[in-house]
């Protein structure tokens, strides 16, 4: 019961990262833009770090390479496919103004997502507690831009602040429904959490690799790629501190 306890605290901390949109009002857009720029190279580190350092070596102990690496395949189309509805890059904002279903396309497409979040962190807590940390933390650091973006499309669709937050954060709360499916499900199926760890190793590369690293690479100032590969640096750093700390 205490593992269950620790699973539902870290995707209801992970659900309230929904609600960071509340920052932007306080936020010029310079400062806005330079903040979300350097939590994505964070969010590329700690996604990276958690599933080299952590996902990839806990799943390779219990499941033969080619187990982990298909199932890690699937992952990463899993979340090509629920990357299509989420349609949460910057260049839809200005259409969606007009477009008030899109509004409704991002929260189920996010619920969908959130919910795979769910599983992952249910998987790693089930391995132990240190994968479990970790794991969350990833998620944290790519929930955050992701969130703000969210909220930013909601508000562009026609929603109030308050409906935006509101709606964004039960689309959020899927990520229990996702922990709790895993968590029990692990009851009735043999080493089930192997499977789930090289699940979302694909999907930490697939978000790392196809939604955040082209966002950075938008960015052409020497100075500013510098900052992006600091910021990226301090991620991998922050995940491999927290392993070897929790070990």
Do not use: C
Request: hydrophobic share 55%; glycine share 6%; aromatic share 10%.
């Amino acid at each position: 019961m205490i593992m269950l306890l620790e699973i539902i605290i870290a995707t209801v901390v992970v659900s309230l990262v929904s609600l960071i949109g509340v920052a932007l009002l306080s936020l010029n857009k310079k400062t806005m833009d330079t903040t979300v720029f350097v939590i994505l190279s964070f969010a590329i580190g700690t996604l990276l770090a958690a599933t080299f350092f952590d996902l990839f070596p806990e799943a390779l102990e219990k499941l033969d390479a080619r187990s982990v690496f298909t199932t890690t395949l699937g992952g990463i189309i899993v979340f090509f496919i629920i990357e299509r509805l989420v349609h949460w890059h910057h260049e839809h904002h200005d259409h969606a103004k007009h477009e008030k279903p899109v509004a409704w396309l991002v929260l189920i497409g996010d619920g969908v997502h959130n919910f795979f979040d769910g599983v992952a962190i249910a998987a790693s807590f089930l391995t132990s507690m240190e994968l479990g940390v970790t794991t969350t933390l990833a998620i944290i650091a790519h929930e955050i831009p992701q969130e703000l973006s969210d909220f930013t499309l909601l508000r562009y669709a026609g929603f109030s602040t308050k409906k935006a937050l509101a709606f964004n954060f039960v689309s959020a709360l899927t990520a229990i429904a996702g922990a709790l499916a895993f968590y029990y499900l692990a009851g009735y199926v043999d080493n089930i959490e192997p499977y789930g760890l090289a699940f979302t190793a694909g999907a930490f590369i697939y978000i790392a690799g196809t939604d955040l690293l082209p966002e950075l690479h938008k960015e052409e100032k020497r100075s500013k790629s510098m900052v992006q590969l600091v910021a990226m640096l301090l991620g991998i750093a922050t995940i491999w501190v927290v392993v070897n700390l929790l070990h």
